[in-house]
């Protein structure tokens, strides 16, 4: 007897256990965002070694995720491939919500019109949580340039002007590119291959190796006057809120319809910071995401924090809007612009 | 030019007035302040365990100390940094030197004659000469900062891109000719260094190179996984093969006395040490070389220029004092370039810059006009960090000299564990400790076949830097780039150095001929 007993009780207990596992409901039915977040680690991956501009960004958040959840947020760098390793690790990652990337925008994108191989994410399947720091580029002349004194409009008839960039396939490089059509400049080439960074392009400007550089705003006014003369034209139809004395192109140059839309067409490939999840994760942990940023963005320790190195913040977009931007780039034919941009870089087609 | 964008002390009274004033605030900051001690007491013991531990990075430490520095105030978060950094080098010396595995990748230099004292019984004497070298090698450079300040600018912005390329390959040359096997060999190994060094982005055109399509490898082999490969992993198997302890045959003086001796060997060898320490320094100014080319340059020229360089690779002492001397040294510059200009000249110091943002500074060209203070008080604490530093390790060195004595089963697990953690806590990739595994592999074969392993870690270093100036180079001053003085001297440089052994073979055969 009492051997059936202890047989009926385990089998009991062993169907208990496997049916009640089946109807178990999904982890977002019953537990709450807010709940989740509290409890589980959140990974952030940079695509970057520790000290840059996103990594900072990065550990301003994660600094106040602690205040605004409760719960942990941890900095993850993984630098490679120029953030392409990082990308690829957040996009299959487990879709719980628990691994967030944070990369500039422009980037991601630049490696999707170039048709790198090494890609393994679907941008436009990733779920935005914000959009922050949004800058745009800045053409700026040298110290040790010989036409360091010159106007835009002297600046323009100068044949052989070097512009210093980094990667071919930067950002950089195809604003350098962008500055060239929309200027005309004649013979202009653009010098690659200068940086490591903002240390390297500074440098070459000082010492005359270059003429003139395009970069985000806030690098190249960290990097005035020493090393940058003038700052000619804003790569944007206004002016930039980090540095307003500088004009905006369409002030300073009468634009053709193509060059228009070339302008339009690169000011989709935002250097501002998008912060996402990858698909799959649930939607109400999307939504709790997204407001938890927005909050964070009001917190008076974020803005101290974050005035250092952006004195100047602008209105960040929402998740949604900055998804929209995605998705109209990459459904619009941009065979052109690749063209016209392309034919100033040497990038290899894959 | 240059010099007009800046804002200008009147006079060089004037300049002199406030840099005395700058100094003692300086003074006041690092040794008036509890505050300040205490933290640099915290960075120094940080940097001891992040040097002692090989792959376990300053770069690491550092980032994991970063989300706190927004907690704290400037006088607290950067000398904590700056103490770290000058300490791990120093304790560094002392893994690079007992167990054949570098600390840190910038002591990776002092292996090639380090460890090989260490097998004769002179451990401790090794590990004196190195953190005394060391330590002694920042605080020289750090007085000397203080009095180049001015030049630190002009003396960056004479070296153009087509320079550095023929700096880069004299480098390179030094290791290669001068180092351990036949000169062809050497050569050859710094090209194959070289070539694994272009592994990944190419960065003029965005081609990638030798990836296989790997993601992995887009930005190319990492350092650390290398270095572990090529220089610890073969001393493990040789251990492994031959059984018994590190130190053979008799067990030379006791650990006091050794590390002692150490410290006499530098005053022995002063000449040497200021040498290095300068050519560390000069390297550190130089923003994007670093200080792992400081120690194998130094290191070449002390070979180079010693009466007796066939004893270099077979435990000469002055084979340990050079690169350590440099690598601190280089330190110093490295801080005053990125405090002169307002921007990273290093990896390392890219976080000491986010650490002003941090701590609520903004960096640049202000740093060294209306910040003076602060920043003369963070190269000051780089001197004391040294002092500390040596200090650490001098009271714990002789007990870790012992770990020569320790036998190979014991102590073989506990190496190849650290190899393995270091290598993978550089990056937090398995893929790295696959390299570190095949580099193993390469370094044995290396010195079964007798070639350069340091001439191959220095081309593997420096080649995207070399390639970066090249491309640079040929972009601005097409086909004849190379006609600038600086270039033409290092030029000849390197034809001197490959017609050195010939020449020198020729004149020793006629000698023999009129004697006989």
Known sequence: MKKWLTVVTAVSLVLLGVIGSACAPKASQTIKPADFYAKNAVALQVGYTPGGGTDYLARIFATAWKEATGGDMVVENKPGGGGIEATNYAFSAKPDGLTLAIHPVANDLLQWLFKNPGIQYQYNKVQFIGFFLDETQVLAVGVGSPHAKKSLDEFRKVDGLKLGSGAASGNQAV??????????????????GIGGGTADLGLALAKGEVDAAVNIVTSIKSQYPKFLNVALMNLDTKRSPYWPEVPAVTEVVKLTPEQQDLLKTYLYFRPGKAVWANPGVPADRIEFLRRTFDRIMELDSFKQQIKTRWPVVVPPLTGEAIAKDVQALMSTPVDKFAQTIGKYLSVQKN | M??????????????????????????????????????????????????????????????????????????TALPFLAALLAVSRTAGSVTSVLLGIPGESVNAASVVDGFPMTKKGEGSRAVGAGIFAS?????????????????????????????????????????GVLGRGTMIKGVVSGGIGLLLGFIGFQPMTGASRFTFDSVYLYSGLDLVAVAMGIFAIPEVVALFATGGTIARGAAGPTAMAGVLEGLKDIFRHWWLFLRSSAVGFYIGILPGIGGQAASWVAYGQAKAMSKHPDNFGKGAVEGVIAPESANNACLTGDLLCTLSLGIPGSAAMVLIIAAFYMVGLVPGPDMMTKNLPLSLSLILTTAVGNVLGVVICFFGASRLARIALVPARILMPVISVLIFVGAYAANQRFNDIVVAVVFGAVGLLMVRYGFNRPALLLGFIMAPLFERNVLVALQVGGPLFFVRPIALVAILAIVGLFAWEPVKGLFQRKRQVKRA
Not at chain 1, 175 to 192: D, P
Not at chain 2, 42 to 51: N, Y
Not at chain 2, 135 to 161: H, Q, W, Y
């Open chain 2, 135 to 175: 330590g002694l090698g920042g605080l020289v450079t750090v007085i000397l900062s203080l009095a180049i300040i001015p030049l630190v600018v002009p003396l960056v912005m004479m070296i153009r891109s087509a320079d550095m390329v023929f700096l880069i390959l004299v480098g390179i040359a030094f290791i």
């Open chain 2, 2 to 75: 240059f010099e007009s964008n800046v804002g200008q002390a009147r006079g060089s009274k004037h300049r002199v007035h406030r840099m005395v004033e700058a100094l003692s605030e300086a003074l006041l900051l690092v040794f008036g302040n509890p505050g300040f001690i205490v933290s640099m007491a915290g960075g120094a013991l940080a940097g001891l365990i992040v040097g002692i531990l090989p792959g376990f990075g300053t770069m690491l430490a550092m980032s994991l100390f970063l989300p706190f520095a927004f907690k704290m105030s400037p006088v």
């Open chain 1, 175 to 192: 604003g350098s590119s962008l500055s060239i059509e929309l200027l005309g400049l004649k013979n202009a080439k653009i010098v690659f």
